[in-house]
């Protein structure tokens, strides 16, 4: 099985500073069909985890543009450009597919404001 | 509005049983792959089990495998999650994701205690 793992665990940021958050996965995620099915969350203090960054890079709907995604293989990367108050919680990335099920999740990046 | 709506949870003693259901609205259920993802206490995100659109595959955590079983209906909109043999460490907060997790539920409380 898959194992992902995130580096930091936790991370203080002043607003406005940028802020990095790493995850690598114990195999290549770039699957037979070209695509790399690697997926970035957020899960704010008292909510439901929402949906960041699809397919490594891709904003989904209604994600500001400080977040993005990057890498390929094995590395990956979710960089916000200038941290707000709002972005306070813990970030997951996510590993998987559908055919068939089976997915796995980082454990967790705590982010806080300084 | 799109929307997933969980319920079944519970106290169950170690050993027994419980059912979960969710429901789901506000858009084509039967296009979507579906997953259970838990929460422990103070813990972060695991998946815990998936199933394709049709019901034709399905997937299971090594934590679960044997013990819980995914089912889905089309014709009524929802999502099930059979769990039988419940261990003191299936509690959890219980949520309903849509495909790549791109819509969560708030979830339903597990507890298994004697």
């Known amino acids: 099985d898959i194992v992902m793992t995130q580096t930091p665990l936790s991370l203080s940021v002043t607003p406005g500073q940028p802020a990095s958050i790493s995850c690598k996965s114990s195999?290549?995620?770039?699957?037979?069909?070209?695509?790399?099915?690697l997926y970035w969350y957020l899960q704010k203090p008292g909510q439901s985890p929402q949906l960041l960054i699809y397919e490594v890079s891709s904003r989904f709907s209604g994600v500001p543009d400080r977040f993005s995604g990057s890498g390929s293989g094995t590395d990956f990367t979710l960089k916000i450009s200038r941290v707000e108050a709002e972005d306070v919680g813990v970030y997951y990335c996510?590993?998987?597919?559908?055919?068939?099920?089976?997915?796995?999740f980082g454990p967790g990046t705590k982010v806080d404001i300084k | 509005e799109v929307q997933l709506v969980e319920s079944g949870g519970g106290v169950v003693r170690p050993g027994g049983s419980l059912r979960l259901s969710c429901a789901a609205s506000?858009?084509?259920?039967?296009?979507?792959?579906m997953s259970w993802v838990r929460q422990a206490p103070g813990k972060g995100l695991e998946w815990v089990s998936g199933i394709n659109w049709n019901g034709g595959s399905t997937g299971y955590a090594d934590s679960v495998k044997g013990r819980f079983t995914i089912s889905r209906d089309n014709a009524k909109n929802s999502l099930y999650l059979q769990m039988n043999s419940l261990r003191a460490e299936d509690t959890a907060l219980y949520h309903c994701?849509?495909?790549?997790?791109?819509?969560w539920g708030k979830g339903t409380t597990v507890t298994v205690s004697s």
């Open positions: 996510m590993q998987g597919i559908h055919l068939p099920p089976l997915f796995t």
């Open positions: 195999q290549s995620l770039l699957h037979s069909d070209g695509k790399t099915y």
């Open positions: 506000g858009f084509t259920f039967d296009d979507y792959g």
């Open positions: 994701a849509r495909g790549y997790m791109d819509v």
